[in-house]
């Protein structure tokens, strides 16, 4: 018996996601340097914004850029490390794959934490790294690194381009594989010797890889069940994940929860993908999401998981989670169905296509019962914070919300910060909500800001980009402040300043007997208004409620530079509630109070 | 499609909780599996192949590759073991390699299978009729002779040539080759 191949055997593209080939830039089989037919290819891809930051291998890339003036804007950013997450962001943000340009050696090895948070996250991202000269790759040569070996298990795809004449195809190819099916980061690594070698320049329109295809369409055998198991349900759940995000299946979902009855609870990735004002919202499910969400979860009968991969942070101890629930698993890798948990109909296929199928056959559901359950335990535990009239970062982050009214581009860092945000700001569209979930980079947030900001600049949105960060964070890519200045970005940046590792200290409070080991930033912090100010962005700083609606304000009046506010809150905050590593989702902790019977 | 074959801790204890029997082969029971994969054919494409394992954590006993008819295709026959879950876990990971163009698990269907040893083994006066005597048994061939060792060549499934290597362990073997398993499904 063969094993299931389908999926290898059709290559899919679906429609409008690819840019037609511009004709007048694919000026056919002319003769040009490596480094122009990278920079055409660019052009005739649709790239629109590169991030990058030159040195030796690509200096001629460089060289070409000032001559030939590419149509596209190349913004220099300060650490190649900024410039992925920059990509990442403004791919987040747009739905575009985003491009970072980069040296060799230090170049590329400083791109490795982006790429590694782009492919746990599924982020479409294309990393042209410089090399050495193809003669003296493998000889120690000066800023060599083996960007394709260090890359192996980080990337979905990566090239080593040996000749100029494959260079063109490879661009394609790349482009393609990071944007089709689940998406994720390429890198493709340039030898000096072929960006400076002549070839003919023809961008190829179509590509042709046996072994690579996208599913699509689900297996109608499947929906079929999968319609019968809602239909049999009495408990049904959506557990909803980035997927949905990353195939814009919000409104076709919301319209299918909406039509059947179904409620719906998001992961950190998938939220946004249903609006949380929403009588059928849950919000977040697992370690931090909310009683009544992860209740839901040990409760109902069905999940529907919608482009979800049952991460650990979702489903802590496995073998208790969702102990009376079978599953339909909606997803586009293959490899994460029946991973963790098993799938009792598992179809492969793009989210959007497999909701479309589905929408005509599912019929409205009695979930009365179930959602009036659902609202006990949401009375039973809802989410709360002190309210003694001191600065808390729950609160500011309620104060950002009623500012924006839910509707800006909000870019989380990692940390007890990226939780209250999940928690407390309610998204209400799809792809306002970006952050590092599976890799959980401190320092993901300033840059990705930047690069979500340049997004919306050039799809001409006036959605302002909050970049909610905490102090241990922000610190890690603070220099590309400078570089949003430079480019006149709105950002507004939040930086939750409890002069702590904050989530590192709730876990050494709850877990470690309050031994506070290196996580206390009060000596090492910066003053984040001065440093503000050097990097040519407003600085503002508020310690109280009071202040902390004035300096919103004023922030929301900076119109043609960043403008950071730093907000000075209580240390001892947790987040709440909270499933201890590998614990059982029933054993949430709801707050301080509840006896740690866990460690 | 696999997900008849699965089975994850969780859905175990549900099914233990519901009182249904589980098969032992239906999760826990790791077996050899022989995999051939159709890779492009590239150093690159293989090194994938190969680093996949070893980031995910799972087995290899033994891979050979070499071309196939069509040049631009080369053939991997991966020997790993592994429960049925992770089986069908690894499959899917290398199925969702770009570079690879087909993957097939031998080990549920019908299939031929051998490997070549090369065995050297030192022989006195004494030991050297029986040496030739296993030889024959397992029909070896003698592609080398000096005055203190023999060279023996053995193809076959590799359970024969492992036992051919145990009934020479006795007999001060010198050096061991062996190609590791290729396989092929039988037509019906």
Known sequence: MKYDVHTKVQPVVTGDALPKVRPELTTKGQHMS????????????????????????????????????????????????????????????????????????????????????????????????????????????????????????????SYLVRDVSDLARTVKEAYHIARTGRPGPVLVDLPKDVLLAKG????????????????????????????????????????????????????????????????????????GAFPEDDTLALRMLGMHGTWWANQAIQHCDLIIAVGARFDDRVTGKLDSWAPHAKVIHIEIDQSCISKNVFADCAILGNVRNVLEQLRPMVKPKD?????????????????????????????????????TNGDAVVITDVGQ????????????????????????????????????????????????????????????????????????????????????????RQWQELFHKERYSHTDLSDTNPDFVKLAEANHCVGLRATTPEECRQIIDEAWKVTDRPALMEFQVAKEEMVFPMVPAGAATGEMITDRMTPNSFV | MADTLVLTPQQIIRKKAAGEPIQPDDSEMTRKHTIVVLVENSIGAFIRVINMFSARGFNIDSVTVGPTEDSSVSRMNIATVGNSRIIAQVLRQLSRLVDTIEVTDLTTTDYVERELCLLKVCYTKDSRSEILDVSDIFRGKVVDITKKTMTFELRGPSQKIDAFIDMMLPHNIVEVARSGRVAMQRDI
């Open chain 1, 367 to 403: 979930t009365t019962e179930w959602l009036k359950q659902i609202d006990v335990w949401r009375q039973e535990c809802p989410l709360k914070y002190e309210q003694d009239g001191k600065l808390r970062a729950q609160g500011v982050i309620e104060n950002l919300r009623d500012k």
């Open chain 1, 34 to 157: 490596g480094a122009e037919i990278l920079l055409r290819s660019l052009e005739a891809e649709g790239v629109k914004i590169v991030f990058g930051h030159p040195g030796g291998a690509v200096i001629h890339v460089y060289d070409e850029m000032h001559r030939i003036k590419p149509q596209f804007e190349h913004i220099l950013v300060r650490h190649e490390q900024g410039g992925t997450h920059a990509a990442e962001g403004y791919a987040k943000a747009t739905g575009k794959v985003g491009t970072v340009l980069v040296t060799s050696g230090p170049g590329a090895t400083n791109t490795v934490t982006g790429i590694a948070d782009a492919y746990m996250d599924s982020v479409p991202i294309v990393v042209f790294t410089g090399q050495v000269p193809t003669g003296l790759i493998g000889n120690d040569a000066f800023q060599e690194c083996d960007a394709i070996g260090i890359s192996r298990s980080i990337t979905k795809h």
């Open chain 1, 200 to 271: 003919p320049f023809v961008y190829p329109e179509t590509v042709n890889m046996r072994g690579y295809a996208v599913p699509a369409e689900g297996r109608v055998e499947k929906l079929e069940r999968a319609a019968q198991m809602i239909e049999e349900s009495e408990r049904p759940l959506f557990y909803v994940g980035g997927g949905a995000v990353n195939s814009d299946s919000s409104e076709l979902l919301t319209d299918i929860a909406r039509h059947t009855g179904i409620p719906v609870t998001t992961t950190l990735h998938g939220l």
């Open chain 1, 417 to 504: 910060h990226q939780m209250w945000t999940a928690q407390y700001f309610r998204f209400l569209h799809s792809r306002t909500h970006i952050t590092s979930g599976g890799l959980g980079t401190m320092g993901f947030g300033m840059p990705a800001a930047m690069g979500a900001a340049f997004g919306m600049r050039e799809i001409g949105s006036s959605r302002p980009v909050v970049c909610i960060s905490g102090d241990g964070g922000f610190v890690m890519n603070a220099q590309e402040m400078s570089v949003a200045a430079a480019h006149k970005l709105p950002l507004k940046l939040a930086v939750i300043n409890n002069r702590f590792l904050g989530m590192v």
